[in-house]
């Protein structure tokens, strides 16, 4: 299988990719720091430096997997940036780089990705969401920018879904709870979370291969503590 993770130098994304690689899946990471991939010297692993907020930089991306592959089967979009900052504090610049980041990057590159996808067999988007963008969910203080794009995303799951029924494509939305990694402890500093990011990559790694089997344009909560 064809699969797309970006995010992937380091956290959930990282563990996510050794997961495919241990399938034999072929891997496109699409993530601003290459060198955390070094180390994985897998034949089948192809990395591809990408700034998703630059349009020039993800249409490079696009170029270089049409050059490799005529299908994909898997889009995992984990990259996510984040700001913790109190409202009145956050500047446009920063609003801007989240947005662009969590909600810009999954719309435009699934969009000029589509040629590749529902080619033959059926192909699953899954977008990478949090329990701070679940409707109903606890919210916190310094998080308005990451959460409302996290909601954002999982409202463009809903609509993608419905856009593309007819098109042999499934679209599903994790809202992913607390994980010990980097972004984790920018939100909340000193707190521990239950899960490591190995074993939540295991579990997206059987959603993404399994979950468009059961579902199709869901937002699904993954977390077993708040925050």
Known sequence: MNIIV???SRGIGFEVIQQFLKNNDTVFCLTRNTDTLKPLTDSNLHTHSTDLTSVESMNEAV??????VKSIDVIIHNAGSLVNKPYEDISYDELERVYKVNVFAPYYLTQQLLPLLGNGRRSHIVNISSMGGFQGSAKFA???????SKA???????CLAEEFKEKNISVNCLAIGAVQTQMLAEAFPGYIAPLSPKQMAEYIFDFALKGHLY???????VSSSTP
């Open 6 to 8: 970006t995010g992937a």
């Open 215 to 221: 579902y199709n344009g869901k937002i699904l909560p």
């Open 152 to 158: 954002a995303i999982a409202g463009l799951t809903e």
């Open 63 to 68: 170029s270089f997997i049409n050059q490799k």
């Open 142 to 148: 310094g998080l308005s920018a990451y959460s409302s």
